[in-house]
């Protein structure tokens, strides 16, 4: 997928049909580890008040693995 970085971010259009899933042949898949701890797992509160959880650790890297 390809989104110009200058698009300002009050100008930004999202398309609820893009899929940021891994394709089932993706090296991603594969590639991360479980090996660590994250941190904030009991969420961290951010200035504007919204709560930030940091993901688990997962054996894929990138935004999403396979979708099934």
Do not use: C, R
């Not at 594969?30 to 090996?35: M, Q, Y």
């Amino acid at each position: 997928m390809n989104y110009p970085l200058e698009t300002p971010g009050d100008n930004y259009v999202f398309n609820a049909a893009w899929d940021f899933h891994l394709q089932g042949n993706s090296s991603a898949l594969k590639a991360g580890t479980l090996a660590f701890k994250p941190h904030f797992i009991d969420g961290l509160t951010l200035s504007n008040g919204l709560s930030y959880s940091s993901p688990q650790p997962a054996t894929y890297v990138g935004a999403f693995g396979a979708k099934f």
